[in-house]
């Protein structure tokens, strides 16, 4: 599949986010003139749009603003041909202590993009999360699985979708949703389990973590961001919806093993409490099916697990003073 992304006019929300900044990174490279919408903050912060490239980052046009004001969500469609709706408060522990804001950002925020993108004939490529689908009923999961709100940011995430879903069918607006499984790469937080056992790793002798039973399908972040162009470039604009995942599985433990091993060092793993989602809220396990987006998009993930531990450890190992080690931050 070919796309000519030269001089389409691109909206990005979340951009200054993980996953948004190094698609907004590769829509430079393939000529899009792209603009990014980021959370206003006093200091005008690009997040991680600063670690872009600068050729790139000097291309993005910065809109800076909040998802659930719909005049600048509005304004930042005008004159747009497509939009990858990232932006969403992604924390699963955050949402248990702010759930209304979870909800209010991930709901009427998706809802301002698709009034906007209805309002000026934009398309929409929508961002949904593997934590839909809960605790797997069974396995491999695949785009037709119950959807089960196990937490306040799963619930949102449905409703968004559902929104989606719905905005479509009703008013034609022209979208298509990506299913991303546990994301990984270079830039994280360690809010997400990756970094925080490498962090850890890197800094002490200790690793404190939540459980180390539950299975997930990581995905490197270049197959995720691949898997964005691939969604925006099919010309499918019937409202679907495509897991981005490998379709293999790991318990964190492994992983944490895994990732000792590439460090060299052997730290101890405690299970700390705190880390621990309430117990009808864990996500037990998740893998993903992905001949949907393989056989339709012509998709699949070339980075495997240990190629992608090595390229974040080393970009974790570079940006160690940008990591809080010792704070687990929700």
């Known amino acids: 599949m070919t796309a000519n992304w030269k001089n389409r006019k691109v909206l990005v929300t979340g951009a200054g986010g993980f996953i948004g900044s190094r698609l907004c990174e590769k829509l430079v490279e393939a000529g899009a003139s792209v603009s990014a919408f980021v959370r206003y903050t006093s200091r005008s912060e690009p997040g991680l749009l600063r670690f872009i490239s600068r050729q790139a980052f000097n291309e993005i046009s910065i809109i800076r603003g909040d998802l659930r004001d719909f005049n600048a969500v509005e304004q930042s469609v005008d004159g747009v041909d497509t939009v990858f709706h990232l932006g969403a408060l992604i924390s699963i522990p955050y949402s248990y202590v702010h759930p209304v804001e979870t909800v209010q950002t991930n709901v009427l925020g998706t ?87 490498i962090t850890q790793a890197l800094a002490g002798d200790v690793v ?15 197959d995720t961001v691949e898997g964005f162009l691939r969604a925006g470039e099919a010309d499918l604009w019937d409202g679907e919806t495509y897991n981005l995942g490998t379709g293999e599985e790991v318990s964190i433990g492994a992983v944490a093993e895994l990732i000792f091993n590439i460090i060299g060092k052997q730290p101890e793993i405690q299970v700390d409490s705190d880390r621990l989602r309430p117990e009808k809220s864990e996500v037990l396990r998740l893998i993903s099916d992905n001949h949907k987006a393989k056989t339709k998009l012509g998709w699949m993930p070339r980075i495997g697990m240990q190629e992608g531990l090595n390229r974040t450890i080393d970009w974790i190992s570079a940006h160690l003073d940008c990591y809080q080690v010792d704070d687990y931050g929700v």
């Open 111 to 197: 809802m301002n993009v698709l009034e906007a993108c209805r309002k000026h004939g934009a398309k929409l490529v929508h961002t949904s999360t593997s934590e839909v689908y809960g605790t797997a009923q069974r396995v491999p999961i695949d785009e037709n699985h119950p959807l089960q709100g196990q937490s306040p940011y799963s619930a949102s995430k449905i409703g968004a979708d559902k929104l989606v879903e719905s905005y479509y069918r009703s008013f034609n607006v022209l979208v298509v949703t990506v299913r991303p499984f546990n994301t990984y790469g270079p830039g994280q937080s360690n809010r997400a389990v990756i970094p925080t056992i």
């Open 208 to 222: 404190r973590l939540g459980n180390l039973s539950t299975i997930r399908d990581f995905t490197y972040l270049d």
